[in-house]
């Protein structure tokens, strides 16, 4: 009976044995599957949730940051509504290259040339939704308050340079700088200088268009967007007779007015070149000899009426297309309600919605509504959207395509750099 015993305490204990051994090969084999997990992550890590250093003069991509740590700080951005999303955009691919998280800035309610003395800051939160552009960008850029700085004397201010005789070199150079274990030590640091976001440009067009994507009108300027858009279908559908909700329309960003004409003819001289500037005349024909467009065609006339010559914008159009600008439609006293950056945010969401839009390729503000509406496009999986008959299409009409017509527009998603974009271009991927 003690024999009997004794061989089950030992075959007891050979299970005890064999079950640790069991319990210890399991853990080791979850810990190696963990270090491999660790290891394959690393080496492909995706880049749009890393950030970059510099290192041997190239960007250096880096895991994804602890953005509540480290901060940049930027000066008010001003100009115009698409200059402030560049120079913002451009203030966001910085703070990503330096590791940190960019403080919420104050954007510039009136145009800082013609308004020096009526420079109003408005904060970005107060144009674009700022939870919403956290949820889009996670994991590529980052916008924080400043009431997540915890100890506000912890910065270091440094000058960023501007002007012709700040090359982009000069520039690229104090970015390494910045981007040294030296500037690791504070928790912010305070860009200063005159406009210093607006100059130079060290970004691919996709890292651009991965910022703007993020930027969501708020719901109050949303709304006067739909408002304006309803009254441009309504227009419409009572002189095309087509229901209110299949009215299309095309949106023409008429660049007329009096500034634009000074400008314009001053880059021509500048650049040696015959195709920026547009007459009235040469839009109306050029508009009407796009191909497709429906005999009855109802036109949103995007343009500054204050600084016309004249005021017979919505003459000599051809017959069966349908004019119409703010002033007809009663929206004057609604746009004056609002600052100049208020009344473009509408304007660039009542063209962003257009089934069709035709602008200058030399206006920043037509570049960034094709670079939107390219997008739009992309994502229904067309790439070329040049002949052909797609969703979303846009135009430049200060170039002639075929059939006397504007030359079909898409942006190239491949450019190196946002210059095109920012400063205008004749070469428009079609």
């Known amino acids: 009976m003690d024999l009997i015993k004794l061989k089950h305490v030992k075959l007891f204990?050979?299970?005890v044995k064999f079950?640790?051994?069991?319990?210890?090969?399991?853990?080791?084999?979850?810990?190696?599957?963990?270090?491999?997990?660790?290891?394959?992550?690393?080496?492909?890590?995706?880049?749009?949730?890393?950030?970059?250093?510099?290192?041997?003069?190239?960007?250096?991509l880096l895991k994804p940051w602890n953005?509540?740590?480290?901060?940049?700080?930027?000066?008010?951005?001003?100009?115009?509504?698409?200059?402030?999303?560049?120079?913002?955009?451009?203030?966001?691919?910085?703070?990503?290259?330096?590791?940190?998280?960019?403080?919420?800035?104050?954007?510039?309610?009136s145009l800082f040339y013609k308004e020096i003395d009526r420079l109003q800051p408005i904060s970005f939160d107060k144009v674009f939704n700022f939870e919403r552009f956290n949820s889009l960008c996670d994991g590529f850029v980052r916008v924080s308050r400043y009431s997540d700085v915890r100890n506000e004397s912890n910065l270091i201010e440094v000058q960023k340079g501007s002007g012709r005789r700040w090359t982009l070199e000069r520039d690229l150079d104090q970015l390494k700088e910045f981007s040294k274990q030296d500037y690791d030590a504070y928790e912010t640091i305070?860009?200063?200088?005159?406009n210093p976001f607006l100059w130079h440009d060290h970004w691919p067009v996709s890292d651009y268009a991965k910022v703007f994507e993020c930027l969501v009108l708020v719901d109050e300027i949303s709304k006067e967007a739909d408002e304006v858009v309803?009254?441009?279908?309504?227009?419409?559908?009572?002189?095309?007779?087509?229901?209110?909700?299949?009215?299309p329309y095309v949106a023409i960003h008429m660049r007329i007015e009096k500034d634009w004409m000074i400008h314009c003819k001053k880059r021509e001289q500048r650049l040696n070149m015959s195709s920026i500037?547009?007459?009235?005349?040469e839009i109306t024909t050029r508009v009407a000899n796009?191909?497709?467009?429906?005999?009855?065609?109802?036109?949103?006339?995007a343009v500054a009426n204050e600084l016309l010559e004249d005021d017979s914008v919505l003459n000599g159009w051809k017959q069966g297309m349908h004019p119409v600008d703010k002033k007809q439609l009663g929206l004057t006293e609604i746009y004056k309600n609002h600052s100049y950056l208020i009344q473009a945010a509408i304007d660039y969401e009542v063209c962003l919605r257009?089934?069709?839009?035709?602008?200058?390729?030399?206006?920043?503000?037509?570049?960034?509504?094709?670079?939107?509406?390219?997008?739009?496009?992309?994502k229904m999986g067309v790439s070329h959207a040049c002949g052909t008959d797609v969703r979303w299409p846009s135009y430049a009409y200060n170039l002639k395509g075929e059939n006397g017509g504007p030359r079909p527009w898409m942006t190239n998603f491949m450019d190196s750099s946002l210059e095109a974009i920012s400063y205008g271009s004749n070469n428009v991927s079609c």
């Open 13 to 15: 204990k050979w299970h």
């Open 19 to 60: 079950f640790k051994w069991h319990v210890n090969a399991l853990v080791s084999i979850c810990v190696f599957l963990f270090i491999l997990a660790l290891i394959f992550r690393s080496l492909f890590l995706p880049a749009s949730s890393a950030v970059g250093r510099f290192k041997n003069n190239e960007i250096e």
């Open 67 to 109: 953005v509540s740590m480290k901060f940049l700080e930027v000066p008010q951005i001003v100009w115009g509504l698409n200059n402030q999303k560049i120079a913002f955009a451009r203030a966001c691919l910085t703070s990503r290259m330096l590791n940190r998280t960019l403080l919420m800035p104050s954007l510039s309610a």
């Open 190 to 194: 305070r860009v200063v200088g005159k």
């Open 230 to 247: 309803s009254k441009i279908r309504a227009f419409g559908s009572e002189t095309t007779s087509v229901s209110l909700y299949q009215t």
């Open 277 to 281: 500037c547009s007459s009235k005349e």
């Open 290 to 301: 796009i191909q497709g467009l429906k005999p009855q065609t109802t036109l949103y006339l």
């Open 354 to 378: 257009a089934d069709v839009f035709v602008g200058n390729s030399f206006s920043t503000f037509s570049s960034l509504l094709v670079l939107e509406r390219s997008q739009k496009m992309l």
